[in-house]
């Protein structure tokens, strides 16, 4: 626990219980991350239906501008029909006063292929149904004026102008007359649809330019107060954390810090308190430590005094082994040198009944084998096993 303390002080990371943490968070009501969270959420929300609503405004002026222009198409697609309708008249009225067959085949042709052409456009075009009513019933009058210009095309090669000017006056005229009032009455509608659709989409434009403002105005007044009342309390707490956590750092490992804010920085307070404790008990152990240590120096060092009395290499290294395990209190020391040909590592002495009784049997190991002793010859390196037996 000490050293999770201090290791966590100095900024090093450190393993903590997991029940812990998660009881320490259980305690926490509202922490910071809950805190900034409901804000970043609310503002998002916020934000997301603004620009919802900015979308939704342009999509509606979009599509109010796309049926303005296919109401303007249909407008000119009729305006056209209306003037071919004209043209057609003229140049039959004028075949018929030069009582010339040839204008069959060329002025009356182009004002037919500009009527097929706007009236094709105009069922491509589709619309609403009563405006789709129109332009069927303006195709039956079209189809029967066809059928018409077919017989006056007939009369006219054979130069039958007498019954040319009658069908003239009593089909040709009357078809093209009818035509005409549904252009009109279907240029009127796509006068009102324009008017009503440009109504409708300034209409949405202020309705959406009042939300936004609305929002615009709610999101401030909650991006105020949450300063006001969430911001405001935790940059007071953060400054007197980092107050205390000073006078701490500065050697006042007595100084508690008292914050109560029911959230992660009251927790980090509670912890710094802690790690002050803690460290203030390290630092009261340090002196038993260091004479711990020097005592252990010493120990070596009697050890290398020892092996300088001794001559007889049998006896150092067993006056060897003895010194180390009483000095350092291990339950067993044993030497292993190698043999002259470097196959074998061979005890040389052994504490205890149990060195002995090897020793007597000339217990040896392979360099190289599957002990721990084989390994650490052969690979001459140090090799530290929790437990030996298994090795």
Same mark, same amino acid.
């Given at each position: 626990?000490?050293?999770?303390?201090?290791?966590?002080?100095?900024?090093?990371?450190?393993?903590?219980?997991?029940?812990d943490?998660?009881?320490g968070?259980a305690?926490?009501?509202w922490?910071i991350?809950?805190?900034?969270t409901?804000?970043?959420?609310?503002?998002?929300?916020?934000?997301?239906?603004?620009?919802?609503?900015?979308?939704?405004q342009?999509?509606?002026?979009?599509q109010?501008?796309?049926e303005?222009r296919?109401?303007?198409?249909q407008r000119?697609?009729?305006?056209?029909?209306l003037a071919?309708?004209?043209?057609?008249?003229?140049?039959?009225?004028r075949?018929?006063?030069t009582?010339n067959?040839?204008?069959?085949?060329?002025d009356?042709p182009?004002s037919?292929g500009?009527?097929?052409?706007?009236?094709?456009a105009?069922?491509?075009?589709?619309?609403e149904p009563?405006?789709?009513?129109?332009?069927?019933?303006?195709?039956?009058?079209y189809?029967?004026?066809?059928?018409?210009?077919?017989?006056?095309?007939?009369l006219?090669?054979?130069?039958?102008w *007498?019954? &040319?000017?009658?069908?003239l @006056?009593?089909?040709v005229?009357? =078809? %093209?007359?009818?035509?005409?009032? /549904?252009i009109?009455?279907?240029?009127?509608?796509?006068?009102?649809?324009?008017?009503t659709?440009?109504?409708?989409a300034?209409?949405?434009?202020?309705?959406?330019?009042?939300?936004?403002?609305?929002?615009?105005a709610?999101?401030?007044?909650?991006a105020l107060?949450?300063?006001q009342?969430?911001?405001?309390d935790?940059?007071?707490?953060?400054?007197?954390?980092?107050?205390?956590?000073?006078r701490?750092?500065s050697?006042?490992?007595?100084?508690?810090?008292?914050?109560?804010?029911?959230?992660?920085?009251?927790?980090?307070?509670?912890?710094?308190?802690?790690?002050?404790d803690?460290?203030?008990?390290v630092?009261?152990?340090?002196?038993?430590?260091?004479?711990?240590?020097?005592?252990?120096?010493?120990?070596?060092?009697?050890v290398?005094?020892?092996? *300088?009395l &001794?001559?007889?290499?049998? @006896?150092?290294l067993?006056?060897? =082994? %003895?010194?180390?395990r009483?000095? /350092?209190?291990?339950y067993?020391?044993?030497?292993?040198?190698?043999?002259e040909?470097?196959?074998?590592?061979?005890?040389?002495?052994g504490t205890?009944e149990?060195?002995?009784e090897?020793?007597?049997?000339?217990?040896?190991?392979?360099?190289?084998?599957?002990?721990?002793?084989?390994?650490?010859t052969f690979?001459?390196?140090a090799?530290?096993?929790?437990?030996v037996?298994?090795e």
């Amino acid at each position: 626990m000490r050293n999770m303390k201090v290791a966590r002080m100095f900024g090093f990371k450190a393993e903590t219980p997991g029940a812990d943490s998660r009881s320490g968070l259980a305690r926490i009501r509202w922490s910071i991350a809950y805190k900034l969270t409901a804000a970043s959420i609310l503002m998002i929300m916020l934000t997301l239906l603004a620009g919802g609503v900015g979308l939704w405004q342009v999509l509606t002026i979009g599509q109010a501008i796309s049926e303005v222009r296919a109401k303007e198409q249909q407008r000119a697609h009729s305006l056209e029909l209306l003037a071919a309708g004209q043209r057609l008249i003229t140049s039959l009225d004028r075949m018929l006063l030069t009582q010339n067959p040839a204008l069959m085949s060329t002025d009356v042709p182009v004002s037919l292929g500009t009527l097929i052409f706007h009236m094709e456009a105009l069922q491509e075009a589709g619309g609403e149904p009563e405006t789709l009513d129109l332009i069927s019933e303006m195709q039956e009058s079209y189809s029967d004026l066809l059928q018409v210009v077919s017989e006056v095309n007939v009369l006219a090669r054979q130069e039958r102008w *007498t019954e &040319v000017n009658v069908v003239l @006056e009593q089909e040709v005229e009357p =078809v %093209n007359k009818q035509m005409n009032l /549904f252009i009109r009455r279907l240029v009127q509608r796509a006068d009102q649809d324009v008017k009503t659709v440009t109504s409708r989409a300034q209409a949405t434009v202020w309705r959406a330019g009042l939300l936004l403002v609305i929002l615009t105005a709610l999101t401030t007044a909650i991006a105020l107060g949450w300063r006001q009342f969430v911001f405001r309390d935790l940059i007071l707490s953060v400054t007197e954390l980092r107050q205390g956590v000073a006078r701490i750092v500065s050697g006042d490992l007595e100084h508690k810090i008292d914050i109560k804010t029911g959230d992660e920085i009251e927790e980090l307070g509670a912890e710094f308190n802690k790690m002050a404790d803690e460290l203030f008990s390290v630092i009261g152990s340090l002196e038993q430590r260091v004479a711990d240590r020097t005592r252990g120096l010493q120990a070596a060092a009697e050890v290398a005094s020892a092996t *300088t009395l &001794v001559l007889d290499p049998d @006896e150092l290294l067993q006056q060897v =082994v %003895n010194l180390v395990r009483e000095r /350092f209190d291990l339950y067993y020391v044993g030497l292993f040198l190698l043999d002259e040909e470097r196959q074998f590592a061979v005890l040389r002495a052994g504490t205890g009944e149990a060195g002995q009784e090897m020793l007597a049997q000339k217990h040896a190991l392979r360099v190289g084998g599957d002990s721990m002793i084989g390994q650490c010859t052969f690979r001459t390196e140090a090799r530290i096993a929790l437990d030996v037996g298994k090795e």
